[in-house]
C-alpha cells in the first residue's frame, strides 16, 4: 500500500536549520510531482516547494525562496527538504505529498 512518512521535524532556534526527509512506497515515485505543503496552526494549508518527476524544475514559495532547498532521489524513492535560516513564521506541521494524491502524516517544525 502506498506510504509516506516523514522524518525530521524538531524544535530549532530562529536563524537554524532542518532537513526535512520523506520516505515513500508503494506508488511509482519517480512518476510523481513531489510536494511540501506545510500547516501552521490555526491557519490553512501552504504549498512551500515542489519538484518536478526529474528534479529539473523546483518551485518555492516566495517567503522561503533562497533559504530552502528541495531535492528528492528516484533510485531511493525519496524526497528532502532542507530548511536555513528559519523563521518563526516557518513553524508548522510538514507534510510531503505526490501531487497531492498521497499524503503522508507529516512533521512538526517548531520555532522558537
Known amino acids: 500500500h502506498v506510504q509516506l512518512v516523514e522524518s525530521g521535524g524538531a524544535l530549532v532556534q530562529p536563524g537554524g536549520s532542518l532537513t526535512l526527509s520523506c520516505s515513500t512506497s508503494g506508488f511509482n515515485f519517480s512518476a510523481y510531482y513531489m510536494t511540501w505543503i506545510r500547516q501552521a496552526p490555526g491557519k490553512g494549508l501552504e504549498g512551500v516547494c515542489g519538484?518536478?518527476?526529474?528534479?529539473?524544475?523546483?518551485y518555492f514559495l516566495d517567503s522561503v525562496k533562497g533559504r530552502f532547498a528541495i531535492s528528492r532521489d528516484n533510485a531511493k524513492n525519496t524526497a528532502s527538504l532542507q530548511m536555513n535560516s528559519l523563521e518563526s513564521e516557518d513553524a508548522a506541521r510538514y507534510f510531503c505529498?505526490?501531487?497531492?494524491?498521497?499524503w503522508g502524516q507529516g512533521t512538526q517544525v517548531t520555532v522558537s
Open positions: 505529498t505526490a501531487s497531492s494524491d498521497y
Open positions: 519538484i518536478n518527476n526529474a528534479g529539473t524544475k523546483t
